[in-house]
């Protein structure tokens, strides 16, 4: 059995989940609604406050759905009653972030300042900066693969180099630097 896949997901207060027809699961709570399309071989039932899944062999593809399947589920769980937030720093002097409802401004270092769009499902905040400290980047949302998703490409903007360390970099990521040139070598 896979380990991760013969856990059951235990379901918090305030959030249910169904599995509608052509194994679509859908899971509801106080923090909204998301729904995934699980493979035809793997059986999902929920008993009481739990989800448990069962797949049919011990094909190397059945093993690897089912531990997959199971985690997204999970990950849609929790998503609905917690919520996940990515915190991003930006690096650099004059580095700079507006969030205007679902508008995105940024200020890079470029000649021009780069706008984004998020979707609806995701919230956006730019924390207050205080003196000495770099501009900070909230996002929130239910949704963790979506959520991941924005991250990465409000971070491919601008990565972080490894000699000053400037760019989007994510709070409490360590970044590998490298030594600058030396005055003294020949």
Do not use: W
Not at 16 to 29: A, D, I, S
Not at 45 to 55: F, M, P, Q, S, Y
Not at 65 to 81: D, K, P, Q
Not at 168 to 181: C, D, P, S
């Amino acid at each position: 059995m896979s380990r991760i896949g013969k856990l059951p997901v235990n379901l918090p207060a305030g959030v249910t989940v169904e599995v509608l027809p052509g194994n679509v699961v859908k899971v509801k709570g106080p923090l909204g609604e998301l729904s995934q399309k699980v493979d035809v071989d793997i059986n999902v039932a929920v008993e009481g406050t739990e989800v448990k899944l069962t797949r049919p062999t011990d094909q190397p593809r059945h093993r690897s759905l089912h531990g997959l399947y199971r985690a997204l589920i999970n990950n849609m769980v929790v998503g609905v009653s917690q919520g996940y937030t990515i915190r991003q720093e930006l690096v650099g002097v004059g580095y700079r972030v507006d969030v205007q409802g679902q508008l995105l401004i940024l200020s890079l270092g470029f000649s021009h300042e780069v706008q984004i769009l998020l979707p609806a499902e995701i919230k956006a905040e730019a924390e207050p900066v205080k003196k000495g400290q770099n501009p900070v980047l909230c996002l929130k949302s239910a949704d963790k693969q979506l959520i991941g998703q924005v991250a990465a490409k409000v971070r491919s903007l601008r990565k972080p180099e490894p000699y000053k360390g400037k760019g989007i970099k994510f709070v409490g990521e360590t970044l590998r630097r490298k030594a600058g040139k030396s005055a003294g070598a020949k």
